[in-house]
């Protein structure tokens, strides 16, 4: 299993972008996908999360509003749009894959997420 984040880079605050996780070798529509981040000196936070068909999304409140995760299943991928940046949001962002065949993502822990990506450093300058 292979999934591989793209898109992060140095934004100043207020911008946007949008980052991207290509996965390969797990039945990628089974699987609900999330992005998580962890910032210098800080655990690793929850940010965001869609249940295997894209029909139901959830986001961390710190986010909602700004961020909107997504995916393509045709393309075996899933999307994070982050708009009005800001610089608390700089990060490692990483995205996950959780065999979790279900569309109740209140149910979804951290826990559940199998597989994970090698990360894409976001910075967000004041």
């Known amino acids: 299993v292979q999934l591989v984040e793209s898109g992060g880079g140095l934004v100043q605050a207020g911008g946007s972008l949008r980052l991207s996780c290509a996965a390969s070798g797990l039945p990628f529509s089974s699987y609900a996908m999330g992005w998580f981040r962890q910032a210098p000196g800080k655990e690793r936070e929850f940010v965001a999360a869609v249940s295997y068909s894209g029909s139901n999304t959830y986001h961390v409140d710190s986010v909602k509003g700004r961020f909107t995760i997504s995916r393509d299943n045709a393309k075996n991928t899933v999307y994070l749009q982050m708009n009005s940046l800001k610089p608390e949001d700089t990060a490692i962002y990483y995205c996950?894959?959780?065999?979790?065949?279900?569309?109740?993502?209140?149910?979804?822990?951290?826990?559940?997420?199998?597989?994970w990506g090698q990360g894409t450093q976001v910075t967000v300058s004041s």
């Open positions: 996950a894959a959780a065999n979790f065949y279900s569309e109740y993502l209140n149910f979804l822990e951290d826990t559940d997420f199998d597989f």
